[in-house]
């Protein structure tokens, strides 16, 4: 039976066998590798990846495709909403499955057991994401970023290049400052919307993802709360935004003012977090 794309779930189905291939490319996955594919949905990508790899873990909300997927023995499928989903355990060998008439346990608001363990190396996660809620996801996955090896995303092409975008650019915000401080990114690939069945009405890109080897350490929930003020009036000053939020937090040192949030690089924003860390550890 046809599975009919379900808007709740934003599905959009990729269908276009040039992009597939050129999308697996991209990802160059290796016989023996821990992956996790997010959204599989009608196992487009699932297919020639699992080929490669040998065995792929899959999360999959809808029920119907969950089911359908089980079918296939090189899957271990979690039956999730990804934003519930601890990969910090994944990445310590913890794959799980929901079985039809075992007793199960909770990861992360799933009743899910334990099927396979291999060692605790990082994991590769890829992804046609749905694109109401890839943003989120994005963030859910920073807090595991330690255990990742990359990421490879397909996502909205107007969401890849605020994620890429460079200072002093009308794409350039709060997403990209809170990704690229932390990740390096590339655009490797366009993707039309004809190449999903049903075809969204925006133009589509896959992204890479490789967290940094040597990050800067800094209070993430302070950058963030910094950023977020800097661009809530991006066309303002930040004299009006993040200068009377430097004042409230007691900082006195150098940091300009009078530019827009768009202008600061991301390495500024990461030192005036470190500075202003430094504040509250005094």
């Known amino acids: ?6 808007k709740r779930f934003g599905q959009h189905f990729l269908s276009d066998g040039g992009i597939i291939d050129g999308i697996v490319d991209a990802i160059h996955p290796q016989a023996g590798q821990r992956m996790v ?3 599989p949905g009608l196992a487009a990508m699932t297919q020639p ?3 490669r790899l040998g065995h792929l873990t899959v999360i999959e909300l809808d029920r119907d495709l969950a089911h359908r997927l089980r079918d296939h023995p090189q899957l271990t499928v979690i039956e999730s909403d990804v934003l ?12 799980f499955d929901r079985p039809p008439e075992e007793k199960l346990a909770p990861l992360g608001g799933s009743a899910v057991r334990e099927t396979t363990s291999v060692g605790a190396n990082k994991l590769r996660v ?18 595991y970023v330690g255990c990742i090896e990359d990421q490879h995303f397909m996502l909205q092409k107007e969401v890849i290049d605020r994620m890429v975008a460079s200072p002093s650019t009308a794409a350039f915000g709060r997403l990209s400052v809170m990704l690229q401080w932390r990740y390096a990114m590339e655009n490797v690939l366009f993707v039309p919307p004809e190449s999903f069945d049903p075809p969204p009405r925006v133009d589509s890109a896959v992204v890479r993802m490789v967290p940094l080897a040597q990050p800067p350490i800094l209070n993430e929930k302070r950058l963030s709360e910094m950023v977020q003020v800097a661009f809530s009036q991006r066309r ?3 004299r009006h935004t993040l200068g009377q939020w430097l004042e409230a937090q007691g900082f006195a040192g150098e940091f300009d003012v009078k530019r827009r949030a768009e202008e600061v690089p991301v390495h500024e924003y ?9 504040l509250h550890a005094a």
């Not at 039976?1 to 379900?6: F, N, P, T, V, W």
């Not at 519930?84 to 794959?95: C, E, I, M, P």
Request: charged share 15%; hydrophobic share 50%; proline share 4%.
């Open 49 to 51: 990846l699992v080929e």
């Open 1 to 6: 039976m046809k599975h009919i794309a379900r």
């Open 236 to 238: 303002k000053l930040l």
């Open 84 to 95: 519930k989903v601890d990969f910090a355990q994944l990445a310590q060998g913890q794959f």
């Open 126 to 143: 890829v992804g046609n994401l749905p694109y109401n809620i890839s943003t989120p996801i994005l963030f859910h996955l920073l807090q």
């Open 270 to 278: 990461v030192a005036l977090a470190q500075q202003v860390d430094a």
């Open 37 to 39: 594919e997010i959204g």
